[in-house]
């Protein structure tokens, strides 16, 4: 069997890789290392806790002597690397983390690979999942492709750069096969409600106000979470040693349209009369260093690999509003404790 070694499993988006792979390749076995902070959650992952070819590893990819000792014990086959700190306006707040478990932390499992992988890296792959937020930030025109030059903003995608940055150098001077993929903003179920949609479905359910930042003409381009694991699962298969694939839902939105559109969704499926919650709608300050627009080109990607996005938005968009809907206690649990400390700390003053 081969031993696959999934990061960041029980967050948002490995979640739904963990579930994909456990269930479709019976003769894999998935490792699912995850620190558990915050955004980790093994309630995600019930529905397969049991297979036998999934198992549960709790731990710090920051911890280089926990992480090399797991490798020498397991000498896990490929490593597909998604843990990290995720949320842009906690790396504002508190950058260091992102600079650990982001940085250090993709080192680490860098260094324990190949310790265990040396000479024989063809057979090995180390596949990195990052974000189109290393590129920066685009006027209202044109595309980042894999060409573009580096140019994050914030702590989290400087953070997200430099880890790319490693896998790149780890490839050219070691001769690993690496691979890279920077995908657009992604949502669906399981998503902490930190971020833009889930944090709206959850203030439209308790009638609290909808905080847009600036002006809300942001734009960003959003994929479903299922088809950015289908993605991942493509290139993981198919990718070659030393590329990069830009991943995207070729779906752009403002930020105040798409919370209108929520809103739309919402207030029908709620029973409430069209138009109902329009009076959430909060603008509030700006996020610093805020990148005006992202759109990805992943014509490389469908080009070379046969992958294009499967989910209509408006299919996909209602089915995770119907998740929330459906599973207020998962909702509930997650917003109750330290998520009431962050939301006052972020949105009191501004
Ligand atoms: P998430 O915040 O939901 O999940 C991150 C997971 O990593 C959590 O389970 C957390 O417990 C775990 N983790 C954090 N620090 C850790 C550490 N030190 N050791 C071990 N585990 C740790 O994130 P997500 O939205 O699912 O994103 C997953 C990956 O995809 C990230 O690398 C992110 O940069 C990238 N990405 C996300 C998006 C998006 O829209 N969410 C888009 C493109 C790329
Ligand atoms: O582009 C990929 C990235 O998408 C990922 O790498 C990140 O991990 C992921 O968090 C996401 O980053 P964003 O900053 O784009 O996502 P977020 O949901 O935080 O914000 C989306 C947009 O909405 C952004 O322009 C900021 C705005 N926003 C966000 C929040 C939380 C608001 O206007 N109000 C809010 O309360």
Known sequence: MKKILITGGAGFIGSH???????????????NLDKLTYAGNLENLKDIEKYPNYTFIKGDIVDAKFISQLFENEKFDNIIHLAAESHVDRSI??????????????ANLLNAARSIWENNYEEHRFYHISTDEV??????????????????????????????????????????NNVISNCSNNYGPNQFPEKLIPL?????????????????????????????????????????????????????????????KLIEIM???????????????????????HDLRYAIDASKLKRELGWEPSIKFTEGFRLTVKWYLNNQEW??????????????????NH
């Open 17 to 31: 890789l963990v579930r994909l792979f456990v269930k479709k390749y019976p003769t894999y076995h998935i490792y």
């Open 93 to 106: 707040y508190s950058p260091m983390d992102f600079i650990y478990t982001n940085i250090v932390g993709t």
């Open 135 to 176: 590129y920066g930030s685009l006027g209202e025109t044109g595309h980042f492709i894999e060409t573009t030059p580096y140019s994050p903003h914030s702590p989290y995608s400087a953070s997200k750069a430099s880890s790319d940055h490693l896998v790149r150098a780890y490839h050219d001077t070691f001769g690993m």
């Open 200 to 260: 709206c479905i959850n203030n439209i359910l308790h009638n609290k106000p909808l905080p847009v930042y600036g002006t809300g003409k942001n734009v960003r381009d959003w994929l479903y979470v299922e088809d950015h694991a289908k993605a991942i699962d493509t290139i993981f298969h198919k990718g070659l040693s030393g590329q990069t694939y830009n991943i995207g839902g070729n779906n752009e939105w403002t930020n105040i349209d798409i919370v209108k």
């Open 267 to 289: 207030d029908e499926e709620l029973g409430r009369p069209q138009g109902t919650s329009m009076s959430l709608i909060t603008y509030v300050k700006d996020r610093a260093g």
């Open 331 to 348: 909702l509930q649990n997650v917003t109750s404790g330290a998520y009431q400390k962050y939301y006052e700390q972020m949105y009191t």
